[in-house]
C-alpha cells in the first residue's frame, strides 16, 4: 500500500536510532510540565484527571509508530498515564499490519490499535473484532473535527451482522492538497501564490510563455513507480467533482472508465504530458524519481517553479534548505467554477480503535478528545489535527500551524483513494496506468485496463 511506503519514508527522515518495540511511560517524562506553558489547554486534562482513576489497572497499545514517532506518542500518552495512574505498554512492529491480524484473530489483542489503513480496519470490524465507539463519539466528532461528516464517514465501517457503526478514532492526519515552490524564485519572476485553479493554470502558462518550465514531476519509485499520480488524480477529483463520487469511485460503485474519472485524469494529463510544461519534458515524468523531482526548486537557474506533493517532501529537499524560509507551499487551490465543492483536502492518517473492551481503552478513546492530547505532540513536530479546538499557535514552527490551518478550513476530507482500493487497484493497476497514461496512453484505454484488473477480482 501506498500509505506503508510513505511510513518508510517518513523513517527515513526521522529515524535517530533503533525503534523499540514496547514502552512505558509515568509522570516523570512529561514533556510540558503542566500549567507552566499558557498555550497549552491543561485545563482539559485536569477535567479528563476527574473521571478517570485507572490504578491498577493495564492499558496495551499496539500501533505503527517506531523511532522517532514512537518517541513522540509516548511524550502525549505520558499524560495519560499521569492522569490515570494506569501502567501503559506500547508496542509496535516492523510488520504491524500482519501482526494486528495475527494477534486480533488469535484472541490475544492490545486494548487499543492503531493503523493507517482504512481498509485494514474495514476487514477487522467485518469479522467483529472491534468495539463500536457509539453515539456520543460520533457526535463529538460532527462538533469537534473541521469537516466533521468526513471524519465520521472516514470512521465508519459495517460490523459483522453488516450493520455499520463508527469504530474508530482518527488521530494524527497528514495532508497531501500542497505545492511547493520557492518563494525567491517566485519574487524574482514576479510571480504570485494562485488562490484558484483557473490561476495555477493561468501561472503554468505565464512560466511557460516566460521561456521557463513550470512543474516538476516525478512518478519513480521502483516497484511502486507510478504512485504520486495517484495523488495528483484523486485531488483533480475531488476539485472537478462531489465527494460522495469520489467515495463511489474508490468502491468501484462507478466504473473506472467514468466520466468523471477520465476526466481527472485528463486534467492530471494538462500538466503533466505537456513538454512545454515538465522539466524534462512529459517523457521524464515517469523516469524521475519522485525524491529527485523536487531538487529542481532549487537549481540556479531553478529547473522548475512548482511541486505537488504531501507534507512529507521536505525530507528530500537539498541539505539544509528550511521550509519557511528556502522553500514554502500553498493549498492546492479548487476551481472558481466548482465554489459548491468547496475546500477539499486529500490526505492520510492513523485511527485508534478498542480491540479489546477495556475500561483503560476507552478511557483512552475519551483522552483523544481532549485537547492537550493533540497540542502536546503538535508543539514538536509531525502533526497536524482538525480538532477545532486546539490552540493553532501551538505548532512547533510555522508550516506545521499552516498545514493545520488547510485542515481547518476543509470543507471535505478524503483520504487517499488508492489506498482505499484494492491493493492489486490501488497499488498495482492504478500506478501502472498512470505510467501509461503519462508515456501518451489515452485516460479511455488506462481508465479501461484498470477496471479491467478491478474486474477480474470481483
Known amino acids: 500500500?501506498?500509505?506503508?511506503?510513505?511510513?518508510?519514508?517518513?523513517?527515513?527522515?526521522?529515524?535517530?536510532?533503533?525503534?523499540?518495540?514496547?514502552?512505558?511511560?509515568?509522570?516523570?517524562?512529561?514533556?510540558?510540565?503542566?500549567?507552566?506553558?499558557?498555550?497549552?489547554?491543561?485545563?482539559?486534562?485536569?477535567?479528563?484527571?476527574?473521571?478517570?482513576?485507572?490504578?491498577?489497572?493495564?492499558?496495551?497499545?499496539?500501533?505503527?509508530?517506531?523511532?522517532?514517532?514512537?518517541?513522540?506518542?509516548?511524550?502525549?500518552?505520558?499524560?495519560?498515564?499521569?492522569?490515570?495512574?494506569?501502567?501503559?505498554?506500547?508496542?509496535?512492529?516492523?510488520?504491524?499490519?500482519?501482526?494486528?491480524?495475527?494477534?486480533?484473530?488469535?484472541?490475544?489483542?492490545?486494548?487499543?490499535?492503531?493503523?493507517?489503513?482504512?481498509?485494514?480496519?474495514?476487514?477487522?470490524?467485518?469479522?467483529?473484532?472491534?468495539?463500536?465507539?457509539?453515539?456520543?463519539?460520533?457526535?463529538?466528532?460532527?462538533?469537534n473535527y473541521a469537516a466533521g461528516q468526513s471524519w465520521v464517514d472516514l470512521s465508519t465501517y459495517n460490523g459483522k451482522d453488516g450493520t455499520s457503526a463508527l469504530y474508530a478514532f482518527p488521530y494524527k492526519i497528514d495532508v497531501k492538497s500542497l505545492v511547493w515552490y520557492v518563494p525567491e524564485n517566485f519574487e524574482d519572476a514576479g510571480y504570485e501564490v494562485p488562490k484558484t485553479m483557473e490561476e495555477l493554470k493561468a501561472l503554468t502558462e505565464k512560466i511557460a510563455e516566460d521561456g521557463e518550465k513550470p512543474w516538476c514531476i516525478g512518478l519513480g519509485s521502483g516497484g511502486a513507480t507510478g504512485w504520486p499520480a495517484t495523488d495528483w488524480v484523486e485531488d483533480l477529483m475531488l476539485r472537478t467533482q462531489p465527494a460522495e463520487t469520489y467515495d463511489k469511485w474508490v468502491k468501484n460503485e462507478i466504473p473506472f472508465t467514468d466520466a468523471a474519472v477520465t476526466g481527472a485524469l485528463e486534467e492530471f494529463g494538462?500538466?503533466?504530458?505537456?513538454?512545454?510544461?515538465?522539466?524534462?519534458?512529459?517523457?521524464?515524468?515517469?523516469?524521475?524519481?519522485?525524491?529527485?523531482?523536487?531538487?529542481?526548486?532549487?537549481?540556479?537557474?531553478?529547473?522548475?517553479?512548482?511541486?505537488?506533493?504531501?507534507?512529507?517532501?521536505?525530507?528530500?529537499?537539498?541539505?539544509?534548505?528550511?521550509?519557511?524560509?528556502?522553500?514554502?507551499?500553498?493549498?492546492?487551490?479548487?476551481?472558481?467554477?466548482?465554489?459548491?465543492?468547496?475546500?477539499?483536502?486529500?490526505g492520510a492518517g492513523t485511527l485508534a480503535m478498542i480491540t479489546k473492551d477495556t475500561p483503560?481503552?476507552?478511557?483512552?478513546?475519551?483522552?483523544?478528545?481532549?485537547?492537550?492530547?493533540?497540542?502536546?505532540?503538535?508543539?514538536?513536530?509531525?502533526?497536524?489535527?482538525?480538532?477545532?479546538?486546539?490552540?493553532?499557535?501551538?505548532?512547533?514552527?510555522?508550516?506545521?500551524?499552516?498545514?493545520?490551518?488547510?485542515?481547518?478550513?476543509?470543507?471535505t476530507f478524503r483520504f487517499d483513494g488508492s489506498d482505499l482500493m484494492p491493493g492489486k487497484i490501488g497499488a498495482g493497476a492504478f500506478w501502472t496506468g498512470m505510467v501509461d497514461f503519462v508515456g501518451g496512453k489515452s485516460s479511455a484505454d488506462v481508465a479501461a485496463g484498470v477496471q479491467k484488473a478491478w474486474d477480474s477480482i470481483k
Open 270 to 346: 494538462w500538466f503533466a504530458r505537456n513538454d512545454a510544461f515538465v522539466d524534462g519534458g512529459a517523457a521524464a515524468v515517469a523516469s524521475t524519481d519522485f525524491r529527485d523531482s523536487p531538487k529542481g526548486l532549487f537549481s540556479s537557474p531553478p529547473k522548475c517553479y512548482l511541486h505537488h506533493q504531501a507534507s512529507f517532501i521536505p525530507s528530500f529537499f537539498p541539505e539544509g534548505k528550511v521550509v519557511g524560509e528556502d522553500a514554502d507551499f500553498f493549498y492546492m487551490p479548487p476551481y472558481e467554477s466548482k465554489k459548491e465543492l468547496g475546500n477539499p483536502v486529500l
Open 1 to 143: 500500500m501506498k500509505r506503508s511506503l510513505l511510513i518508510g519514508v517518513a523513517a527515513f527522515a526521522l529515524l535517530t536510532g533503533t525503534a523499540g518495540l514496547a514502552g512505558t511511560a509515568g509522570a516523570a517524562d512529561l514533556k510540558f510540565k503542566p500549567g507552566e506553558d499558557s498555550r497549552f489547554n491543561w485545563a482539559s486534562l485536569e477535567e479528563f484527571k476527574k473521571g478517570h482513576d485507572l490504578k491498577g489497572q493495564t492499558l496495551t497499545i499496539f500501533g505503527p509508530w517506531r523511532g522517532e514517532d514512537e518517541a513522540l506518542f509516548k511524550s502525549v500518552y505520558a499524560y495519560f498515564v499521569e492522569a490515570t495512574g494506569v501502567e501503559l505498554k506500547y508496542s509496535s512492529s516492523e510488520n504491524y499490519e500482519q501482526q494486528i491480524v495475527i494477534d486480533t484473530q488469535a484472541g490475544s489483542p492490545p486494548d487499543v490499535a492503531i493503523l493507517p489503513q482504512p481498509g485494514l480496519i474495514a476487514d477487522l470490524a467485518a469479522k467483529g473484532l472491534l468495539t463500536p465507539l457509539g453515539d456520543e463519539t460520533k457526535q463529538w466528532l460532527l462538533d
Open 360 to 411: 483503560a481503552a476507552r478511557a483512552f478513546i475519551e483522552f483523544l478528545k481532549t485537547p492537550i492530547a493533540h497540542e502536546v505532540w503538535m508543539a514538536q513536530t509531525s502533526f497536524l489535527t482538525p480538532y477545532k479546538s486546539v490552540n493553532v499557535d501551538v505548532y512547533g514552527n510555522p508550516p506545521l500551524k499552516k498545514q493545520g490551518e488547510i485542515l481547518l478550513n476543509a470543507t
